[in-house]
């Protein structure tokens, strides 16, 4: 059974601060990894993609990925109480095409305090 | 929602009632999902397909039933089979990168 492990939260972090989302998988063969975030009520919108070791950074998001570890970050600079929402990590088999399903976390619910 | 659409917003359910959710997209892709979701506990594959006259079941689909009978619609029906139906339903399609776009969802509640 694949699995896609994160902390439920919530993880409460000062305005400004910097917030960091945490991820596991257990199927070595993913190749690609997803974060989505939800507001209540509202369906998951993608905010962050990443194939590839390492950090990839788009504005106030980084995310961070280890293959060997099995690990998957997301981590928010500057956080607005606009980010409070839940952060849903997905992760796929398939290398970036339109093949596969998703597996999803159950998220992490992040609340940022102003 | 990026040409995907769910409807209706909010749905009613009486005991032993089979419903009909629906989802159309007009971005011509192949793949389309259904998922549920419960508090806490995150996403959960209904049924996938993957082409017109073509689908598979994930991880819960008893309780459920889909067609594909055109490629823009994926219609969602949850039978009176289904026990606990009441959660937020989100129908997908493959999005950029490998991603999924989601629907605006159906929230389902049975009274």
């Known amino acids: 059974q694949k699995e896609v492990e994160q902390n439920s939260g919530p993880l409460s972090v000062p305005e400004g601060a910097i917030a960091s989302l945490n991820c596991t998988y257990s199927?070595?063969?993913?190749?690609?990894f997803f974060w989505y975030r939800q507001y209540s009520g509202k369906s998951p919108e993608l905010i962050m993609f990443?194939?590839?070791?390492g950090d990839k950074e788009d504005g106030r998001f980084t995310a961070q990925l280890n293959k060997a570890s099995q690990y998957v970050s997301l981590l928010i600079r500057d956080s607005q109480p606009s980010d409070s929402a839940t952060y849903l990590c997905a992760v796929n088999m398939d290398y970036g095409g339109s093949q596969g399903n998703l597996i999803f976390g159950k998220g992490t619910k992040l609340s940022v305090k102003p | 929602d990026g040409g995907i659409t769910q409807s209706p917003k909010y749905l009613f359910r009486k005991e032993g009632q089979n419903v009909t959710l629906s989802c159309e997209q007009n971005l011509n892709h192949d793949a389309m999902y259904w998922y549920r979701q419960d508090p806490g506990q995150g996403l959960r594959l209904i049924y996938y397909?993957?082409?017109?006259?073509?689908?598979q079941k994930g991880d819960i689909a008893e309780g459920y039933s889909v067609s594909r009978e055109k490629k823009e619609s994926f219609p969602l029906t949850v039978t009176s089979a289904q026990k606990n139906p009441t959660a937020f339903y989100l129908c997908a399609i493959n999005g950029r990168f490998g991603g999924y776009t989601f629907g605006s969802g159906t929230r389902l509640t049975v009274v």
């Open positions: 397909s993957q082409i017109v006259n073509d689908f």
């Open positions: 990443i194939y590839s070791n």
């Open positions: 199927d070595r063969g993913s190749q690609s």
